[in-house]
């Protein structure tokens, strides 16, 4: 059966092999850019703005007139908060006019206190002032065709004869009770609010300071309240998801530190080709390579590519692109579990990450940053990963709409050494639970193994009525046991008989293990069927 877990916001490309991706990451020559936060830092993070001007600078009545003007505006709220970022933005534009990358408008953006994702921000750049106010209508009517933001700020500038703009969008969904930025290890740590109307069952997921993470049930309806253990000094990451009509969307993103300050800078690593148009291939390879670069610093198997899965995350981020929208969930292909499924691809689960961004570097830092992509990537179950990407030009210059879709395919075993590499990893962990070996049963193993083969040499097969045929079998060749039970599971991997915990059961006497691997209409490519006969 293929489940689908859908989370949060990221970005894309169409994938080659992992070797070939790893080399071109490690030889790539790359910058380090150091940003500090200016100004005075907030206590709290508020989802209400402050009093001020959210419209700076010497044009700022062209700014407003441009925004009241724009058709769907009247939904936008002013923040001067993002006013002011928006003012940074402008003073530590790049040579070529470019802004900040990612982590720096997000350590301002919580500098300033604004729990929700960094903002959106649109550069624009003229020499007629006069003409402003249409620009910004005309900017504004484009992006709000495709997004919906609730907040907006700006900061406007004379710079070497031409009117420069910087136009800050906030999307806020969620009204929350302040949260304080800083805490002593062991304080309360309660995140509540409410969501606005057209999101629902809102989910907390944080990543704690020693690198593991958590993810809360969903909580029906609109409210929401958790509380969050703080034992640990160091970095929080929170993030609040919710349900909307595109699927999974992240409401909230930000981090809370604990026993220390809160970070007022940010080295960031940027490739030397920054802002140079890489065809999709290429920022796939390179989204592969930071991929399994992480994931090998964790301790954890690399991922590999899988065409298949390329084909299906290229086409959603290709839906996306064309008809603008950026979600999970498509109006006309559906959840990632959909287009999976309708490609034929059998895994037992999806986990889909989405995103924008100007450089496969800053993509995959976003992704990391937001506890619920980052549990995608470094999930240990994976095995295989499809990148799909689509090039899109901003302002001159290139901007990355990504789809990564991770999955879990099985690999050839050798049957006939099948069953006692079950053993093994099963009286491991019954060691490691002070529990004695396994007490095999030959007859119980043979009545198993010829179950197995028989699920898939017969693809028609009711799995019920073989262990049902089974159980009869194995009553009447007796073993003195009380009592026995049979049961069948077609899983990817070996590994996966440890989350039998029957097997683990200090009451277990004696165990007959079936092993036989293929394909059928019901099952996963190359599933692995294990059969299990337990007498107590």
């Given at each position: 059966?293929?489940?689908?877990?859908?989370?949060?916001?990221?970005?894309m490309a169409l994938l080659l092999g992992a070797g070939c991706a790893a080399s071109a990451a490690s030889t790539r020559p790359t910058l380090r850019e150091h940003y500090q936060a200016p100004g005075t830092a907030e206590a709290?993070?508020?989802?209400?703005?402050?009093?001020?001007?959210?419209?700076?600078?010497?044009?700022?009545?062209?700014?407003?007139?441009?925004?009241?003007?724009?058709?769907?505006?009247?939904?936008?709220?002013?923040?001067?908060?993002?006013?002011?970022?928006?003012?940074?933005?402008?003073e530590e534009r790049g040579p070529e006019g470019e802004t900040p990358p990612h982590p720096v408008i997000d350590l301002w953006a919580r500098h300033l206190g604004m729990p929700e994702p960094a903002p959106h921000l649109i550069?624009?750049?003229?020499?007629?002032?006069?003409?402003?106010?249409?620009?910004?209508?005309?900017?504004?009517?484009?992006?709000?065709?495709?997004?919906?933001?609730?907040?907006?700020?700006?900061?406007?500038?004379?710079?070497?004869?031409?009117?420069?703009?910087?136009?800050?969008?906030?999307?806020?969904?969620?009204?929350?009770?302040?949260?304080?930025?800083?805490?002593?290890?062991?304080?309360?740590?309660?995140?509540?609010?409410?969501?606005?109307?057209?999101?629902?069952?809102?989910?907390?997921?944080?990543?704690?300071?020693?690198?593991?993470?958590?993810?809360?049930?969903?909580?029906?309806?609109?409210?929401?309240?958790?509380?969050?253990?703080?034992?640990?000094?160091?970095?929080?990451?929170?993030?609040?998801?919710?349900?909307?009509?595109?699927?999974?969307?992240?409401?909230?993103?930000?981090?809370?530190?604990?026993?220390?300050?809160?970070?007022?800078?940010?080295?960031?690593?940027?490739?030397?080709?920054?802002?140079?148009?890489?065809?999709?291939?290429?920022?796939?390879?390179?989204?592969?390579?930071?991929?399994?670069?992480?994931?090998?610093?964790?301790?954890?198997?690399?991922?590999?590519?899988?065409?298949?899965?390329?084909?299906?995350?290229?086409?959603?981020?290709?839906?996306?692109?064309?008809?603008?929208?950026?979600?999970?969930?498509?109006?006309?292909?559906?959840g990632a579990g959909d287009r999976v499924k309708r490609a034929d691809i059998r895994t037992p689960y999806v986990l889909e990450n989405i995103g924008r961004g100007y450089s496969p570097e800053e993509v995959h830092r976003g992704?990391?940053?937001?506890?619920?992509?980052?549990?995608?990537?470094?999930?240990?179950?994976?095995?295989?990963?499809?990148?799909?990407?689509?090039?899109?030009?901003?302002?001159?210059?290139?901007?990355?709409?990504?789809?990564?879709?991770?999955?879990?395919?099985?690999?050839?075993?050798?049957?006939?050494?099948?069953?006692?590499?079950?053993?093994?990893?099963?009286?491991?962990?019954?060691?490691?639970?002070?529990?004695?070996?396994?007490?095999?049963?030959?007859?119980?193993?043979?009545?198993?193994?010829?179950?197995?083969?028989?699920?898939?040499?017969?693809?028609?097969?009711?799995?019920?009525?073989?262990?049902?045929?089974?159980?009869?079998?194995?009553?009447?060749?007796?073993?003195?046991?009380?009592?026995?039970?049979?049961?069948?599971?077609?899983?990817?991997?070996?590994?996966?008989?440890?989350?039998?915990?029957?097997?683990?059961?200090?009451?277990?006497?004696?165990?007959?293990?079936?092993?036989?691997?293929?394909?059928?209409?019901?099952?996963?490519?190359?599933?692995?069927?294990?059969?299990?006969?337990?007498?107590?």
């Amino acid at each position: 059966m293929t489940k689908a877990r859908t989370l949060g916001w990221l970005v894309m490309a169409l994938l080659l092999g992992a070797g070939c991706a790893a080399s071109a990451a490690s030889t790539r020559p790359t910058l380090r850019e150091h940003y500090q936060a200016p100004g005075t830092a907030e206590a709290h993070y508020r989802s209400a703005p402050p009093p001020g001007a959210a419209l700076t600078g010497p044009h700022a009545f062209r700014v407003g007139q441009g925004i009241e003007a724009a058709p769907a505006a009247e939904a936008l709220r002013p923040d001067p908060r993002l006013g002011q970022l928006a003012a940074w933005v402008l003073e530590e534009r790049g040579p070529e006019g470019e802004t900040p990358p990612h982590p720096v408008i997000d350590l301002w953006a919580r500098h300033l206190g604004m729990p929700e994702p960094a903002p959106h921000l649109i550069v624009l750049a003229q020499s007629d002032p006069e003409t402003l106010a249409q620009r910004i209508e005309d900017e504004l009517s484009r992006v709000l065709s495709s997004q919906r933001y609730t907040h907006y700020g700006a900061a406007t500038g004379d710079l070497e004869g031409v009117v420069v703009t910087v136009l800050a969008l906030s999307w806020r969904w969620a009204d929350f009770e302040p949260l304080p930025r800083r805490l002593t290890p062991g304080a309360p740590l309660t995140i509540a609010g409410k969501l606005h109307a057209d999101l629902r069952d809102a989910m907390l997921v944080v990543s704690y300071p020693d690198g593991t993470s958590t993810r809360a049930p969903k909580q029906k309806g609109r409210d929401f309240k958790a509380d969050v253990p703080t034992e640990q000094r160091g970095e929080y990451r929170v993030e609040i998801l919710a349900e909307g009509k595109l699927g999974t969307t992240v409401v909230a993103n930000f981090p809370i530190y604990v026993g220390v300050e809160p970070a007022r800078s940010v080295t960031v690593e940027r490739a030397a080709d920054h802002g140079e148009r890489l065809p999709p291939s290429e920022v796939g390879e390179r989204l592969l390579a930071l991929i399994n670069r992480d994931r090998e610093r964790a301790g954890l198997s690399p991922v590999e590519a899988h065409s298949p899965l390329d084909a299906v995350a290229a086409a959603h981020s290709k839906d996306m692109h064309d008809h603008g929208f950026v979600g999970h969930t498509s109006p006309t292909t559906g959840g990632a579990g959909d287009r999976v499924k309708r490609a034929d691809i059998r895994t037992p689960y999806v986990l889909e990450n989405i995103g924008r961004g100007y450089s496969p570097e800053e993509v995959h830092r976003g992704l990391m940053d937001s506890p619920g992509h980052r549990a995608n990537v470094m999930t240990p179950d994976a095995t295989h990963v499809g990148i799909g990407v689509v090039v899109e030009i901003e302002d001159e210059r290139p901007a990355y709409l990504v789809t990564e879709l991770f999955g879990r395919f099985a690999e050839p075993i050798d049957v006939d050494d099948a069953v006692d590499d079950l053993v093994e990893l099963l009286d491991a962990e019954r060691k490691k639970r002070g529990l004695p070996e396994l007490a095999m049963n030959d007859t119980l193993t043979e009545l198993a193994g010829a179950t197995a083969e028989r699920f898939f040499a017969e693809p028609g097969s009711d799995q019920n009525a073989l262990l049902q045929a089974l159980s009869k079998r194995a009553a009447q060749a007796g073993g003195g046991y009380s009592r026995q039970t049979a049961m069948m599971t077609v899983v990817p991997a070996l590994e996966d008989v440890l989350g039998i915990e029957a097997l683990l059961d200090p009451a277990v006497r004696g165990v007959g293990l079936g092993v036989a691997q293929g394909t059928r209409e019901d099952t996963i490519e190359l599933g692995i069927a294990i059969v299990v006969v337990i007498g107590y």
